[in-house]
C-alpha cells in the first residue's frame, strides 16, 4: 500500500529540491513560454510579401492593374520590373527576387478577345513548400483577375460552380495549426528533461544514502518525485495555451477541462520516462543528453508535428505509432481547432494512458534504493 505521508513528504522533499536548483526552476517555468513565443513566430508557412519582379513585355492598362491586383493581396511585394528576361534570371540568382512575373507581348489583346493569354510565372524552388505555396497563390489570383477581364462586370452562369468552405481555420493560417502542436512538442521535451536529472541528482550529490535508510518504497520515490514536475506541466500548459491565444490569435474551441485531462495523462507518461532515464544512466549530464535525444527528434520530426505522416515511408508510418507525441498533437489540435472531445479523441486518451502506465512502470522497475556494494 502506498502511504500517502510518505509520499508527501517525498514530494515535499523533490519540491525543495527543485527550489534550490535556480537551473531547474528556469527550464521549469520560463523555457516553455520561451519556446513558444519563438517557434511561434520563427515557424509558417503562409506565404506573405513574397519579394516579386515583374517583367511587363506588353505595357498597357489591363497589364498595370493585373500587377495592382497581384500587390494589394499583400501575398506578393514587387520590388523590380526588369526590362528583360535575362535580367530577371540574374534578380532569381541572387537571391534578390523569389518569384519572377513575365507578362508576353500581346497579352491584353488576346485577353480580350476571349483568346488563350499566356503568363508566365517563375519561382525560385530552392524552398519547395514556399515555391509551391507561392505558385497557388499566384494561380488563384491571375484565375480571377482573367475571369473578371474577360466578363467585363458582366455575369456568367456556369454549368457547374464549386463553393469550396473551409473549416476548423477558415483564414489557413498557419499559426492556427503550429500553436497546438508546439504545446505538445515542448511539453514532451521539457517533461522528461526535468525528470531525467531527479534520480541522478540523488547519486551526484550523495543523498541516496539517506534515501536508501528511509522506509519510502520505490513507487513512492517514483511517485513523490512526479508530482511536483506534474504539477509544474500543467501549470506550463495552461500558460503556453494562453500565451498562444493573447500572441498568436489561436482559437479554444473545445473544453478546456478535457485538455487537461489528456494533458494530465501525457505529462505522467513523459516525466514517468524521464525518471526512467535518469534511474538507468545516474549521471544528470547524461540523462539530459538522452532524455533531450529520446524526445526531441521523434516530437518534432516523426510526430505530424512538421511533416506530414502520410508522406513519410511506409517503414517510419509504422514508427510513428511508438511516439506518444502523434497522439498529444492529434489531441491539441483536435480540441483547439475543431472542439472536439472524448467522444473523437477516446483512442489516444487510451494510448496516453498505456504511455503513463508503461512510463511509471519502467520508472519504478529500474529505481533500486540498494546502494552498490
Same mark, same amino acid.
Given at each position: 500500500?502506498?502511504?500517502?505521508?510518505?509520499?508527501?513528504?517525498?514530494?515535499?522533499?523533490?519540491?525543495?529540491?527543485?527550489?534550490?536548483?535556480?537551473?531547474?526552476?528556469?527550464?521549469?517555468?520560463?523555457?516553455?513560454?520561451?519556446?513558444?513565443?519563438?517557434? @511561434?513566430?520563427?515557424?509558417?508557412?503562409?506565404?506573405?510579401?513574397?519579394?516579386?519582379?515583374?517583367?511587363?513585355?506588353?505595357?498597357?492598362?489591363?497589364?498595370?492593374?493585373? #500587377?495592382?491586383?497581384?500587390?494589394?493581396?499583400?501575398?506578393?511585394?514587387?520590388?523590380?520590373?526588369?526590362?528583360?528576361?535575362?535580367?530577371?534570371?540574374?534578380?532569381?540568382?541572387?537571391?534578390?527576387?523569389?518569384?519572377?512575373?513575365?507578362?508576353?507581348?500581346?497579352?491584353?489583346?488576346?485577353?480580350? @478577345?476571349?483568346?488563350?493569354?499566356?503568363?508566365?510565372? $517563375?519561382?525560385?524552388?530552392?524552398?519547395?513548400?514556399?515555391?509551391?505555396?507561392?505558385?497557388?497563390?499566384?494561380?488563384?489570383?491571375?484565375?480571377?483577375?482573367?475571369?473578371?477581364?474577360?466578363?467585363?462586370?458582366?455575369?456568367?452562369?456556369?454549368?457547374?460552380?464549386?463553393?469550396?468552405?473551409?473549416?476548423?481555420?477558415?483564414?489557413?493560417?498557419?499559426?492556427?495549426?503550429?500553436?497546438?502542436?508546439?504545446?505538445?512538442?515542448?511539453?514532451?521535451?521539457?517533461?522528461?528533461?526535468?525528470?531525467?536529472?531527479?534520480?541522478?541528482?540523488?547519486?551526484?550529490?550523495?543523498?541516496?544514502?539517506?534515501?536508501?535508510?528511509?522506509?519510502?518504497?520505490?513507487?513512492?520515490?517514483? $511517485?513523490?518525485?512526479?508530482?511536483?514536475? $506534474?504539477?509544474?506541466?500543467?501549470?506550463?500548459?495552461?500558460?503556453?495555451?494562453?500565451?498562444?491565444? %493573447?500572441?498568436?490569435?489561436?482559437?479554444?474551441? @473545445?473544453?478546456?477541462?478535457?485538455?487537461?485531462?489528456?494533458?494530465?495523462?501525457?505529462?505522467?507518461?513523459?516525466?514517468?520516462?524521464?525518471?526512467?532515464?535518469?534511474?538507468?544512466?545516474?549521471?544528470?549530464?547524461?540523462?539530459?543528453?538522452?532524455?533531450?535525444?529520446? #524526445?526531441?527528434?521523434?516530437?518534432?520530426?516523426?510526430? @505530424?508535428?512538421?511533416?506530414? %505522416?502520410?508522406?513519410?515511408?511506409?517503414?517510419?508510418?509504422?514508427?510513428?505509432?511508438?511516439?506518444?507525441?502523434?497522439?498529444?498533437?492529434?489531441?491539441?489540435?483536435?480540441?483547439?481547432?475543431?472542439?472536439?472531445?472524448?467522444?473523437?479523441?477516446?483512442?489516444?486518451? $487510451?494510448?496516453?494512458?498505456?504511455?503513463?502506465?508503461?512510463?511509471?512502470?519502467?520508472?519504478?522497475?529500474?529505481?533500486?534504493?540498494?546502494?552498490?556494494?
Amino acid at each position: 500500500m502506498i502511504s500517502r505521508t510518505r509520499l508527501r513528504a517525498m514530494a515535499r522533499k523533490e519540491w525543495i529540491q527543485l527550489k534550490r536548483d535556480p537551473r531547474s526552476m528556469i527550464l521549469a517555468f520560463v523555457l516553455p513560454l520561451l519556446l513558444l513565443v519563438f517557434f @511561434g513566430y520563427a515557424i509558417t508557412w503562409d506565404v506573405e510579401d513574397l519579394p516579386l519582379a515583374v517583367v511587363d513585355e506588353d505595357g498597357t492598362q489591363v497589364t498595370r492593374e493585373l #500587377t495592382d491586383v497581384l500587390q494589394a493581396t499583400g501575398d506578393f511585394r514587387i520590388i523590380h520590373r526588369p526590362e528583360s528576361r535575362q535580367v530577371a534570371d540574374q534578380l532569381l540568382i541572387r537571391n534578390s527576387v523569389r518569384g519572377v512575373l513575365v507578362i508576353p507581348p500581346g497579352f491584353t489583346v488576346r485577353l480580350q @478577345g476571349g483568346r488563350a493569354a499566356e503568363i508566365q510565372m $517563375l519561382v525560385d524552388g530552392s524552398d519547395a513548400n514556399t515555391a509551391t505555396i507561392a505558385l497557388n497563390t499566384a494561380d488563384a489570383i491571375l484565375g480571377r483577375f482573367a475571369r473578371n477581364a474577360v466578363l467585363q462586370g458582366r455575369s456568367a452562369n456556369l454549368p457547374v460552380r464549386a463553393e469550396p468552405r473551409i473549416w476548423y481555420n477558415p483564414t489557413l493560417e498557419s499559426r492556427n495549426m503550429i500553436v497546438p502542436g508546439l504545446v505538445a512538442v515542448i511539453m514532451s521535451i521539457i517533461a522528461a528533461m526535468l525528470t531525467a536529472l531527479t534520480i541522478a541528482r540523488e547519486w551526484e550529490r550523495g543523498t541516496m544514502e539517506q534515501l536508501a535508510s528511509t522506509p519510502v518504497a520505490r513507487v513512492e520515490v517514483v $511517485l513523490g518525485k512526479l508530482l511536483p514536475y $506534474l504539477l509544474i506541466g500543467l501549470f506550463d500548459v495552461a500558460v503556453t495555451v494562453t500565451a498562444g491565444m %493573447i500572441l498568436f490569435g489561436t482559437p479554444l474551441n @473545445g473544453s478546456v477541462l478535457e485538455l487537461a485531462v489528456y494533458t494530465l495523462l501525457f505529462l505522467t507518461g513523459a516525466l514517468g520516462l524521464g525518471i526512467f532515464i535518469s534511474a538507468a544512466v545516474k549521471s544528470q549530464v547524461l540523462a539530459t543528453q538522452i532524455a533531450m535525444v529520446a #524526445t526531441y527528434l521523434p516530437a518534432v520530426l516523426l510526430s @505530424g508535428f512538421l511533416f506530414e %505522416i502520410t508522406s513519410m515511408p511506409a517503414v517510419l508510418q509504422g514508427v510513428t505509432y511508438l511516439i506518444p507525441a502523434r497522439y498529444f498533437i492529434t489531441v491539441t489540435r483536435g480540441i483547439f481547432l475543431k472542439g472536439v472531445g472524448v467522444e473523437v479523441l477516446w483512442a489516444q486518451g $487510451l494510448f496516453m494512458a498505456a504511455f503513463a502506465a508503461l512510463g511509471l512502470g519502467l520508472a519504478t522497475r529500474v529505481f533500486r534504493k540498494e546502494l552498490p556494494s
